[in-house]
């Protein structure tokens, strides 16, 4: 996938993206950070047209999207999303959330799709948990199978919006646990999160964003010990301050 000079506009007069460009390459992990409302999220919603843009332009193996022979709805097929708000239908259980889309949009048959839920279940801890509801499920077990949703639909690219966010802390490390294992499979992820220690772990390249722009864009190891902006420098100050409080409150 191909970025290059995105602009995104809300409004006339508010630029949430102004000139974003960078690629994803096979199998490479991108992660975004950035303050809240410098076009993270926005930036995602961009990739897989559920914002429409107003400059620039987004090419998929090639080809400029959207066009006749790849509209949006045909690409969705291709670039999974997983949001912070798990999306799940609260009146199916697991097991028929995960084979609705597979049923309703590749046409794929019952046996063969039920077949792979089971495998993707019992890959992320959770194939005891096929006959449960949403509201039977903890936060981090509701952020997998909205995982295993998007998996589903075979993509070949993966987008994570702060799939973190509204977990409480015990729940963070068994959703990031998954997706640090669809990464050493080698899956194609563009991942927006504010867990720093995890951006660290699993980015083959960090992006630093702020006002709708990329700031900074170099390897993990580079950006967290040595960042080239003041701006950067300053974002992740803030991280380390709380680092320090964090472990001062746990030695109280």
Known sequence: MSVRDVVK?????????????FDVARGEVIVVVGPSGCGKSTLLRTLNGLEPIQGGSIEFNGEKVPSKSLPWSLLRQRIGMVFQSYELFPHLNVLENLLLGPSKVLGEKRAESARRAGELLKRVGLLDKAESFPRQLSGGQKQRVAIVRALMMKPEILLLDEVTASLDPEMVREVLDVVLELARDGMTMVIVTHEMGFARAIADRVIFMDAGKIVEESAPKEFFSHPATERAKKFLDIFSYEEIAGEWCSSL
Do not use: E, P
Not at 9 to 21: I, K, P, Q, R
């Open 9 to 21: 506009v809300y409004d006339g007069d508010f630029t949430a993206l102004d000139g974003v460009s």
